[in-house]
């Protein structure tokens, strides 16, 4: 009470050394800088440290999870580096900084992760028959269902080598068909063509014959007889890129380089070493869920592959009108 009155004479423009020497002459014994600690102590925090605090907050709220035994581990959006962590706190919070951001991270030891080194893995058929190259690197598309890229990698586990293939729809980047196995037979990259038929159909946006063209590289497995039977009885164009050129599949090498780094080398989506392909099927499971839904794309206005599609769908395909 009375540094609050000895606060209200400052303001008043008195000196705070002469207001406590009169205190002090009645009996009121305080020092200044008594006085100065107590103000110290109660002023106002300063905005910049109230924001930061918010947004370290959000952070450790979505960067990290508790796992079945109570003990905090690392969630999928705790791989995010800078930028992408900004354009995902800034959906809950608008006028989050990068600044901001790039001391939170600091502050919780998150720095992004980053890719390792790629090994190659298509080995061209030496009899195969190649369809021609439609894409010319042009990995765009003006709708879902347009273009399909397609590859596979591999894993190392206790057990031995496992296989994990793909196919992407190129317009929101979504991963509609995915297979692991423990062969590199035909039916490696067989059964993601099923499942994305299968998942079109079931989203009632099915393939149209003659519309979509399906790009992977030489590999053996794509130019099997079997494979490319499959295309045109589903009225897919086959695209065939060129032997031991990165380039000509660049957008399914750089999604399965993210697979690696993302997936398989961390602890995210599985705990420990691989033991079998259970293990490996488990954490691809997560991994794809959380691309398609979760996931931010800077390549596609940082929504996620669900919602670019969703978004596609919603200003071009109108509700059928009753008569």
């Known amino acids: 009470m009375i540094l609050a009155f000895i606060d209200e004479l400052r303001g008043q423009g008195f000196a705070v050394e002469s207001i406590c020497q009169i205190l002090s002459a009645e009996g009121l014994k305080i020092a200044a800088r008594t006085y100065r600690a107590w103000a110290r102590s109660n002023q106002q925090v300063a905005a910049r440290t109230i924001t930061d605090a918010s947004v370290e907050g959000h952070i450790r709220g979505l960067a990290f999870t508790t796992d079945r035994h109570g003990n905090t581990k690392l969630a999928p959006e705790g791989l995010y580096g800078r930028r992408k962590m900004t354009a995902l706190i800034r959906r809950s919070l608008p006028g989050a900084s990068r600044g901001a951001v790039d001391r939170a991270m600091r502050s919780l030891g998150l720095a992004g992760v980053r890719r390792g080194k790629g090994v190659r893995t298509t080995i061209p058929a030496k009899d195969g028959v190649r369809a021609g190259d439609l894409l010319n690197r042009d990995f765009t598309a003006d709708a879902p269902n347009r273009v399909w890229v397609a590859d596979f990698t591999y894993v190392r586990t206790w057990a031995g080598w496992a296989y994990v293939a793909f196919i992407v729809d190129v317009y929101a980047q979504q991963i509609i068909g995915w297979n692991a196995a423990t062969t590199r037979e035909t039916e490696l990259v067989d059964i993601p063509l099923r499942m994305a038929i299968w998942q079109r159909d079931r989203e009632a946006h099915p393939v149209e014959r003659g519309q979509l063209i399906s790009h992977s590289d030489a590999g053996s497995r794509y130019t099997s007889v079997r494979f490319t039977e499959h295309l ?17 599949n660049s957008l399914m090498e750089s999604i399965i380089g993210l697979f690696k780094t993302e997936c398989i080398r961390t602890d995210v989506f599985h705990e ?8 490996v099927e488990f954490a691809t499971a997560g991994w794809v869920d959380w691309w398609n839904n979760r996931r931010l794309h800077g390549a596609r206005g940082n929504l996620t592959p669900v919602e670019y599609e969703r978004a596609y769908y919603a200003a071009n395909v109108s509700e059928p009108q009753p008569v």
């Open 232 to 248: 045109q009885i589903e009225g897919i164009r086959p695209s065939i890129g060129t032997v031991a050129d990165a380039y000509d």
């Open 272 to 279: 420990g070493s691989y033991r079998q392909l259970a293990d």
